[in-house]
């Protein structure tokens, strides 16, 4: 079975960093693209960041250029979401999602790590 | 910028219902469907306008293509409840619709 399990977030103040993780297995984690999905309380999804399967190729939305970082270590199948200088905006359950191979949707999705700013 | 209308839909187990998601400016048919249930996580059920996922059930089927797509559920189960999204792969930022919720 795929799955997708993470870690890290919690409660921080403005200014603040945290690091988000989702270890992947059930599937050759190497192959796909990975990206973070966020929702804030009682709000509509948002797409963060992305990542190629080699991470050598990293995608961000506007509001996470220059204070987000994606990177993935695949010898641990490990993604991460390093977030700086995090605001009260940035207040979410981030998800972690795997590329569907056939096209840029998201076919299974991490549990959500609650980042509370 | 994806629309989705009605904000709120009422309906009952074994209505068929018809969700709308409108794209500002044509997206070919790259538009996906999630339902995300209450207190799970979205799950993919349409992509490329009408492509099913493995096992997501026949009564959902979707169609559209440019800037006007539609999920049909056909027969509407007590699963099928929750907040349905578009989402479109045609342009950076990927973006989501802003939902629209199936209730009792």
């Known amino acids: 079975e795929m799955k997708l399990l993470q870690s890290g977030g919690g409660l921080v103040q403005p200014g603040e960093s945290v690091r988000l993780s989702c270890v992947g297995s059930?599937?050759?984690?190497?192959?796909?693209?990975l990206n973070w999905v966020r929702q804030a309380p009682g709000k509509g999804l948002q797409w963060v960041s992305g990542?190629?399967?080699?991470?050598?190729?990293?995608y961000y939305a506007d509001f996470a250029e220059g204070r987000f970082i994606v990177s993935r270590d695949n010898s641990a199948d490990t993604l991460f979401l390093e977030m700086n200088n995090l605001a009260v905006d940035d207040t979410a359950t981030y998800h972690c999602v795997k590329v569907l191979p056939t096209g840029y949707y998201y076919d299974l999705w991490g549990q959500g790590t609650r980042v509370i700013v | 910028v994806l629309t989705q209308i009605p904000g709120t839909l009422s309906v009952s187990p074994g209505d068929s219902v018809t969700l709308s998601c409108r794209a500002s400016q044509p997206v070919d048919d790259f538009i996906g469907w999630y339902l995300q249930r209450p207190g799970q996580v979205p799950r993919l059920l349409i992509y490329d306008a009408s492509k099913r996922v493995d096992d997501i059930p026949a009564r959902f089927s979707g169609s559209g293509s440019g800037t006007e797509f539609t999920l049909t559920i056909s027969g509407l189960e007590t699963d099928d409840f929750g907040t349905y999204y578009c989402q479109q792969r045609f342009d950076w930022p990927r973006t989501f619709g802003p939902g629209t919720r199936v209730e009792l």
């Open positions: 990542i190629d399967g080699f991470g050598q190729s990293a």
């Open positions: 059930g599937f050759t984690f190497s192959n796909f693209g």
